[in-house]
């Protein structure tokens, strides 16, 4: 059962209801080098190193927070390989692998706090937690793709091979005297492996398609619970912090077909028993705010989707309509999801959940330079774990009930202009508008019917207008990027009523430094 803690995000009627936050800045720089071959023995082999760095200041909502921040550095080098023929004629190999190298740092030693009305008062640092944070965490991956696809007439074998394998080693000087052993000495670590093979099939007139899929799933997760001791304060006699591993194997299938109706209609049915391993951040947590998991097992689902897709060019006038509607029914085991825990969060699994729901993508070239676009979901999300797997076999409250934290409707719609040649010979344009809207939805477990308890679980519903501009700059090797995101200033928010930002302007610059036409330059449309 996790409990949620019940606040207010709106600041007292006051002098200080309104407020600027100094500490919500976000700087971040991406590099990426890479050389590519494509006259030797592979089709396409590509070096390339990709660097990003960013630092962010944690913002705080109850006080003037000024010094509390993030940043972190992450080199990832990788290889690229394709070769069509590979061995056998047919038979077409690609091959991708990254070797992330993460550096991450939380600082927060702050020794005062700012209040709004601008007095000082002693405090143990900025963060929830009340204590200070001096972090140097390190993280290693790779991470791997193999596939190989075989077609014969018009039969087609897929076989494809994902591995992932994580080392998160925590470090902090300051937290070792709260913890009572040092973190970096507990390496939480990540094995995961899967493997699917699928065939295709394609009738003679192309109206009838066939695909089956066979899948097996490895996890083997170790994950120290190097956090846990915060909670109970400075913990001295501790010899090691907690443990949890999962090591298991999955297997999963699907089965889908569709068949054209009439010219450019086209009818799917699918059935599917999915599973997917939790990622390195559920696993490990971001050593913020984000504790390590606590016997996180991977989500299974069985999936069932009908839908219809229209493809047609020309229709009353149009260059091009595409559209795509779906209806979906899913049982999951070991939903995950984000929990409050004490002073931070935990992903953690759900029992038992149901997923009724339908979504609609429609796509329109009206001509060659304007596109529009709607898409719309609507969706019901209970907890169907009907009692809890103790030895009372205790009632579970939250049965039936939504689940917290995500929306049930939502849409989004908007205009895109683009066209070559506007501002100098060849160079590309793009101007867009962008409007979403997400309907109101619950931030926790829906307990009472009293309208003041509803109300203080309740987000509202949301619109977010955003337009932009898009423009190269010498000969496509340059290209800058403006966008002015939440344009009327309106107050949203995000899961567990989180505000999000008032009116934003983003500014990116793109360079393709030494002018290399097989990544497209520095924009495309």
Known sequence: MMSWPVFETNLPASAYRKVRRRNDYYEANFYHVGLGFRKLYFDKFDLECAFYKNEKGIQALNFDARHAYTKGINIMPNIVLEKRDFLVKGLDMKYAIVTPIIRSNMTDTATTRRQWDGTVTQAVGETDDNLFNESHDRQFEVRSKFNL??????????????????????????????????????????TANNIGLSHLFVSDNRRLQNSLTISIYYLNSRVYRTSDALVKGAITDELAPKQTRVERSYYGFS?????????????????????????TGELFGNGISIKPSVNLQPEVGNNLNLGFIVDRRGLCGLMRVQWETNFYYMMMKNMIRLFPADTRSIYTNLGKTRTIGMDTDVKVDVTRNVYLYFNLTLQDIRDRQRWFNDEQGTSNPTYNKHVPNIPAFYYNYGMEYHAEGLIGCRELSRVYIDVSHVGEFDWGWQMSSLAEERRKWRIPSNDVFTIGLQQSLWHNNMS??????????????????????????????????????????????
């Open 149 to 190: 696809k075989y077609t014969r007439g018009r039969h087609t074998l897929n076989l494809n091979d994902q591995y992932a394998y994580s080392a998160y080693t925590p470090k902090d000087e300051r937290m070792k005297g709260y913890l009572g052993f040092d973190p970096s000495a507990y390496p939480s670590r990540m």
């Open 255 to 279: 089965e889908g077909f569709s068949y054209e109706l009439w010219k450019d209609v086209r009818a799917k049915l699918s059935f599917s028993h999915n599973v997917r391993i939790p990622d």
């Open 480 to 525: 800058l990027s403006l966008e002015l995101e939440n344009v009327f200033n309106k107050e949203n928010y995000m899961e567990f009523k989180m505000p999000l930002p008032g009116r934003t302007l983003k500014a990116k610059l793109r360079f393709n430094l030494f002018r290399d036409k097989l990544a497209g330059g520095a924009m495309s449309l």
